[in-house]
């Protein structure tokens, strides 16, 4: 199959294989550990390929995108389908996705109040979780 058609299903199936993996999974993970365990389930693609994916994923709201301090970027299937925030632990990488009003206000008077218009955002609260501080 050549053409446009054989480009949409080659993409289908890896956003369908990168879903699955991420679905496997409540934890935050990288690009790379993606792909590592893409290839591990046989799966022939690259890198690249699975950065664009995740980046459609985001995009469409199907997939959380978070950065950590140093920079990288993380990935995790999402839970619910509304605007939300995480709490992520440090040491072990659990994660709870929190919503919160008043966060949503401050965030939108904040904007207002510096004349920003259409404005998004995303928050993420580093820390150790129960299990860990108990440690």
């Given at each position: 199959m050549n053409g446009p058609?054989?480009?949409m299903t080659r993409h289908t199936r890896q956003r369908a294989q990168v879903l699955a993996?991420?679905?496997?999974?409540g934890?935050?993970?990288s690009a790379q550990?993606?792909?590592?365990?893409?290839?591990?389930?046989?799966?022939a693609v690259g890198l690249?390929?699975?950065y664009r994916t995740l980046q459609l994923l985001v995009d469409a709201g199907e997939v959380d995108q978070m950065r950590l301090p140093g920079g990288e970027q993380l990935y995790r299937r999402?839970?619910?389908n509304r605007h939300h925030h995480h709490l992520v632990c440090?040491?072990?990488?659990?994660?709870?996705?929190?919503e919160d009003p008043v966060i949503e206000r401050w965030a939108r008077a904040q904007a207002a109040g510096y004349g920003f218009t259409d404005v998004s955002h995303t928050l993420e609260i580093f820390g150790l979780c129960a299990a860990c501080s108990s440690h």
């Open positions: 058609a054989a480009g993996l991420l679905a496997g999974t934890e935050f993970r550990q993606l792909h590592a365990g893409l290839r591990d389930r046989g799966a690249t390929t699975v999402c839970s619910h440090r040491r072990c990488g659990a994660t709870v996705e929190v």
